[in-house]
Nanobody
């Protein structure tokens, strides 16, 4: 079992950058794949980016390709989401999720563990 917690959200201007962090406690961090999802008010939670448990694969939503980068540091038990060139459409609450031996899944179902989220607001 693993517990995840997101940090790094905030208010940023259009064109700015933020780096979100997802720290995971528990055993065998290196055995988990992780995904970032986001949910804007009155919208469904949507996939943003995923990284496989063995760091061999990453996967991105079309809306963030070329702007966002997901990475992991197993020594620090942390997954990152670097977000560049942000725009108001990126405003949402961002959630980190973990799946044992996950393969950068873009669906919610495979993920068993979710954080509480961190708010990202992009001002125009």
């Amino acid at each position: 079992q693993v517990q995840v917690a997101e940090t790094g959200g905030g208010l940023v201007q259009t064109g700015g950058s933020l780096r979100l962090s997802c720290s995971a406690s528990g055993r065998s961090f290196e055995s988990y794949g992780f995904g970032w999802f986001r949910q804007a008010p009155d919208k469904e939670r949507e996939f943003v980016a995923g990284i496989s448990w063995n760091n061999a694969n990453t996967h991105y939503a079309d809306s963030v390709k070329g702007r966002f980068t997901i990475s992991r540091n197993n020594a620090r038990n942390t997954v990152y989401l670097q977000m560049n060139n942000l725009n108001p459409e990126d405003t949402a609450r961002y959630y980190c999720a973990a799946a044992l031996y996950g393969l950068a899944y873009d669906a919610r179902d495979p993920y068993d563990y979710w954080g509480q989220g961190t708010q990202v607001t992009v001002a125009s």
